[in-house]
């Protein structure tokens, strides 16, 4: 099976600048989550989509959004990029269907690379 | 709110020795999963090994096991026969069943394994 692929995998933008990052789950999976990673602040859970809905959210400001699609391709968007959005976007899949461990795992991405000038 | 601590910013260790990596986490919920990742300098989370709390007995993957300690609240990861392949940051992490976890894992801030040849 592949592994969760993420596109682009490396990304620099300006201030003010929106973007799209992109990501494909393992074939099945129907949730996905997203993170930021930071040196700072470490990793911090910015969403997870299932079944094209959102169904938890982190504590992120509204420019940070996201979707997921009937194929369970999910992509997060950044409005009005700020200098501290520079991260490693991680996202990850999972069954989401809960119940115990195998399906409630999650398996991660390579990440996405954001660099805002 | 939950939260996961790991307090050994780095660890060093001789290739074909033993570390243990130290977790503890907080929360009220009784029904909760527990994971250790690794991230190596390509930047790929990679799951290492897995815990439903429910379950007493300690869960082992090959040379990866962990002592989990419920009531005292403690995840720690005993890498046994260690190889120069296990260099990497090792991330503890927590989510809630919900019946379905729905995302959201929480992480520790991570240590930073190297391994001496």
């Known amino acids: 099976k592949a592994g969760v692929t993420q596109t682009p995998r490396y990304l620099i933008k300006t201030r003010g600048q929106q973007v799209t990052l992109s990501c494909s789950p393992i074939?099945?999976?129907?949730?996905v989550s997203w993170y930021q990673q930071t040196p700072g602040q470490g990793l911090q859970f910015l969403f997870e989509?299932?079944?094209?809905?959102?169904?938890n959210k982190g504590n992120f400001p509204g420019r940070f959004s996201g979707r997921q699609f009937s194929n369970s391709r999910s992509e997060m968007n950044v409005s009005t990029l700020e200098l501290g959005d520079s991260a490693l976007y991680l996202c990850?899949?999972?069954?989401?269907?809960?119940?115990?461990?195998?399906?409630?795992?999650?398996?991660f991405g390579p990440g996405t690379r954001l660099t805002v000038l | 709110a939950q939260t996961v601590t790991q307090s050994q910013p780095e660890m060093s260790v001789q290739e074909a020795e033993t570390v243990t990596l130290s977790c503890t986490y907080d929360?009220?919920?009784?029904?909760?999963?527990l994971f250790w990742y690794k991230q190596p300098p390509s930047r790929q989370m990679i799951l290492v090994i897995r815990?439903?709390?429910?379950?007493?007995q300690n869960a082992t993957e090959n040379r990866f096991s962990v002592n989990f300690q419920k009531a005292a609240k403690s995840f720690s990861l005993k890498i046994s026969d260690s190889q120069l392949g296990d260099a990497a940051m090792y991330f503890c992490?927590?989510?809630?069943?919900?019946?379905?976890?729905?995302?959201?894992?929480?992480f520790g801030k991570g240590t930073k394994l190297s391994v001496k040849p």
């Open positions: 990850a899949s999972s069954t989401g269907r809960g119940g115990n461990v195998g399906t409630d795992t999650q398996y």
């Open positions: 929360t009220s919920e009784s029904d909760y999963y």
């Open positions: 992490a927590s989510v809630m069943n919900y019946g379905g976890s729905q995302g959201n894992l929480i």
């Open positions: 815990q439903e709390a429910y379950k007493q």
């Open positions: 989509y299932f079944s094209e809905t959102q169904r």
């Open positions: 074939s099945g999976h129907r949730s």
